[in-house]
């Protein structure tokens, strides 16, 4: 969001500081031909058309005062909806990552939780049984130790 907002004061911050420049030229132009004018309503000199030339002008710098704003405008949302289908895509993904990693180590884990409680239940009746559920638990914990590792190395290098 940061980004985008840096995106849209740099597009709409200068459209408004031309539009408001534009705005400022046309009227003080408008406000020095009236003065001008006053008084030469009925003569011949031109005047009239100068006046209606002054605000074919200043209507013709309106528009495009509009048009520049509106085109500001629409840079903003364009930056705004890129801002918006970025997050979503982050966000995807960080949702599968979740999952992903929230599988991998549920799996060694619930190993060694299975084994665990198979010894500490006596279930396991020979040595050779007692023996493979020790060994599966060391695996797993093997497993899971160097999981833990990469997760953490991976959110070192983020």
Do not use: Y
Request: hydrophobic fraction near 45%; include cysteine; glycine fraction near 6%.
């Amino acid at each position: 969001m940061k980004r985008t907002a840096s995106i849209v004061a740099l597009i709409v911050l200068p459209s408004l500081l031309i539009a408001w420049g534009g705005i400022h030229l046309v009227l003080r132009e408008r406000a020095s031909v009236c003065a001008a004018v006053e008084g030469h309503e009925s003569c011949s000199c031109g005047c009239k058309e100068l006046r209606s030339h002054t605000n074919r002008m200043a209507t013709e710098a309106g528009v495009a005062i509009l048009l520049l704003l509106i085109l500001a405008l629409c840079g903003a949302a364009a930056a705004f909806a890129f801002d918006a289908r970025r997050t979503r895509r982050q966000s995807a993904a960080h949702k599968a990552f979740v999952a992903d990693i929230s599988h991998r180590l549920r799996t060694p884990l619930t190993g060694i939780c299975l084994n665990a409680d198979l010894l500490k239940e006596k279930r396991l009746e020979t040595e050779a049984e007692r023996d493979d559920a020790i060994a599966d638990i060391a695996d797993n914990s093997a497993r899971l130790t160097g999981l833990v590792e990469q997760l953490l190395d991976h959110v070192a290098k983020s």
